[in-house]
Each structure stands twice: as C-alpha cells, then as structure tokens.
C-alpha cells in the first residue's frame, strides 16, 4: 500500500490546506495489543499530569531510530483533552526500502488509537514522510482524524496553525532525490548514535544524540533551521495565526519570531520532546528522558516577556 499511493501525484500547497471536516473511514486490524499498549488509563502512574493539548511529531515509526519505549513511557505518565499527530508518525520512505515493524511499534499505534476511543481528540497532520496519509484527509480511522493543517486555539486564546512543515523545505519541494539521499545519511548517523549510547549506557552515562549535536555545530544545518523558522512563522502570520505548531527539523523550540509564536514540538528519534498546552494556557517543551524523567522544559511565557524570547533545547540539555 505505502509504495502504491506514495507512487501517486501530491496535492498542490493551495491543495495541502484545504481544511475539512473528518468522516468515518471503516478499516479492518491484524495489529496485535500487548497488555502494556492495551492498559486502561487508570492503571497509569497516580503522578501522571493531563494537559490541554500535547503536541507530537515525527515519530518515524517502522524505522530503528523510533524510541518507541520512551515514547510509551511519555504517554503513560500524561494524558490530554486533545492530542496532535503533527506529521512523519509512520516513515513510509524507510518502509520501502525495508520493512521494521517490531511489537513497540505496534504498542505505540494501539495507545494512540485507545487514547481516541477514551474521548481524546486525536488529530493526525501528515508529513513527507507518511505523505501517502494525506490521500485519505477528511477521513478518519479508529477515532483519528487526518487533516493537511488545523487550528488549536489555546485556553489564553491564541489561535495556533498546526502543520508539518515540509512545505517550507526547499530541498522537499524542489530536489526530493535529494532529500533522499539526506535521509539516508541521517539513518546512517542515527545507527552510529544507537551504538554509541549502548557504549554510553554500559559506562552509566545518560542518553545523548550525536545527530542532533553535529546538526547544531554545522553552520549551514544552523542557517536552515532558521530559515526554516523565519518562513513558517512568515507564512502563520500572512494567514491571521498569532502562532504556528510544527514539526519536519527535529528541533525542538518555543520562541517569537518576528511578533509571531514559533513552536515545534521536536522528534521522538533524537530528543524525545513534546509541546504540551496546560490548563491554563501555558505552552511548554518536555524531554522526555530515561526512567521517566524529565530532562528540561521550556515554558512559555515566561515571566520576564520583555526581551527576545529563545529556548531552545539545544542550549540547555
């Protein structure tokens, strides 16, 4: 399936954010549900906090770098009202080329699909690389709704664009052969990274990603980022959003970029992070870390507003 409708013409950008309405797409399931996948809520962590919203992104689920475990772990300890799938959830590209799909995999796609029928608002942006997803917008399968972009609006009122943001990466757009090859080298460092912190691991030492550090040492990966920030951003506020939500750089941020909220919600392949919304308004960056502990957070506002804002992970981990 993943090679038939990734092999089909994508939608044009005017296209990609039509915006719809979700309908009942009826499917049938083979997955099979391990008792840590298929636990009630109220068999999790009496300590567990229940935010707004939380904000999710490029899980790449069916590749090896997917931490999978961390990310069942993050999910057990919170809950929400709502909860956004904000793009590349399954990695179609590396499902071509060769088929992972281990039991964990399978635990993460059966909690989410129970977090939906216990009443969450689960919502599923598409990215590049489970693209063939946004054949099926306007659908929605086992309670998922699948849309090309949306908006949240938070408990302090600020309307938020919510979408992947593949769209504003010229390299997608305008030389995907390229992005290939890309993709393929940033798997081959992920494979380095997953032997060095199994050597890391047995001398005691924490997790630590050696993707993320060579992308934020390279001037030119530097200047992509913020290009990258400066274009979305750009875009939210041409379309009346006081903010954006995104995903697609694994960069996990919350920063204003030019009177314009700027956030994304990192990966769950290098900094296993999350934007969450509290109750009461308040946005703010978890990493998620080994033995349910929480590394860092950035929250948003802060209580000193007046000069620039900028936390970004990368200078606090």
């Not at 993709?183 to 990603?209: Q, V």
């Amino acid at each position: 399936m993943f090679g038939t409708l990734m092999g089909q013409k994508t939608p044009t950008l005017n296209d990609q954010f039509a915006g719809s309405q979700a309908q009942l797409l009826p499917q049938n399931s083979s997955l099979t549900v391990s008792p840590q996948a298929d636990a009630d809520e109220d068999d999790t962590p009496n300590g567990r906090t229940r935010f707004r919203a939380v904000f999710i992104s490029d899980l790449h689920i069916g590749t090896p770098g997917f931490q999978a475990e961390a990310l069942l772990d993050f999910l057990k300890h919170h809950t929400s009202e709502s909860l956004y799938l904000v793009g590349d959830i399954v990695d179609g590209w590396q499902l071509r080329r060769r088929w992972f799909w281990p039991q964990s995999h399978n635990d993460v796609v059966q909690k989410l699909l129970r977090r939906a029928r216990k009443g969450c608002r689960v919502i599923y942006v598409p990215g590049n690389h489970d693209e063939f997803a946004r054949h099926f917008v306007g659908h929605a399968f086992g309670g998922i709704e699948v849309v090309h972009d949306t908006c949240h609006t938070t408990a302090a009122g600020m309307k938020l664009w919510v979408v992947h943001g593949d769209h504003f990466d010229g390299v997608i757009q305008f030389a995907k052969w390229l992005a290939y090859v890309g993709d393929w080298l940033y798997e081959l460092t992920l494979k380095m990274n997953r032997h060095l912190n199994s050597f890391r691991a047995r001398m005691g030492l924490g997790y630590w990603s050696l993707s993320a550090y060579l992308k934020l040492k390279v001037k030119k990966a530097v200047n992509f980022i913020s290009d990258f920030e400066v274009a979305v951003a750009h875009e939210a506020q041409r379309r009346g959003f006081d903010g954006v939500v995104c995903g697609h750089i694994h960069h996990a941020e919350i920063r204003q970029v030019n009177g314009v909220l700027y956030c994304n919600d990192g990966d769950w392949v290098e900094s296993r992070t999350a934007l969450v919304e509290h109750m009461d308004g308040r946005l703010e960056i978890i990493h998620w870390g080994d033995q349910s502990v929480m590394l860092t957070r950035a929250t948003w506002p802060l209580e000193a507003t007046v000069d620039p804002v900028h936390r970004s992970l990368a200078n606090q981990v």
